[in-house]
């Protein structure tokens, strides 16, 4: 099992840059796909972006790719979600998210195939 906690949130202007991270426990990190979703209010929670078990393949959301980097550090524990040129429209709370049993090579942009969950963190863009 492990738990996931977000951080890095708050509130940037229209064109600004957040970094997001998301610290996970235990000593199996390498061996979850990882993946940020996003929720506004009563919207079906959105896919964001996905990294591999090595880092070695990542998948992006339409809306956000050019704009939006993921990376993982196994050393760390830690997936990141660099996001850049923010817009209004980018405003959610932002989850990350572990999948356990996948191949090495393997990304999911399923909310469904993942199996943990963090708390979320704000993500505000003021136009």
């Known amino acids: 099992q492990v738990q996931l906690v977000e951080s890095g949130g708050g509130l940037v202007p229209a064109g600004g840059s957040l970094r997001l991270s998301c610290a996970a426990s235990?000593?199996?990190?390498?061996?979850?796909?990882m993946g940020w979703f996003r929720q506004v209010l009563v919207k079906e929670r959105e896919f964001v972006a996905t990294i591999s078990r090595t880092g070695a393949n990542t998948d992006y959301a339409d809306s956000v790719k050019g704009r939006f980097t993921i990376s993982r550090d196994n050393a760390k524990n830690t997936v990141y979600l660099q996001m850049n040129s923010l817009k209004p429209e980018d405003t959610a709370v932002y989850y990350c998210?572990?999948?356990?049993?996948?191949?090495?090579?393997?990304?999911?942009?399923?909310?469904?195939?993942?199996?943990?969950w963090g708390q979320g963190t704000q993500v505000t863009v003021s136009s």
């Open positions: 235990g000593r199996t990190f390498s061996t979850y796909a």
């Open positions: 998210a572990a999948v356990a049993g996948m191949l090495s090579w393997r990304t999911s942009t399923i909310p469904y195939e993942y199996n943990y």
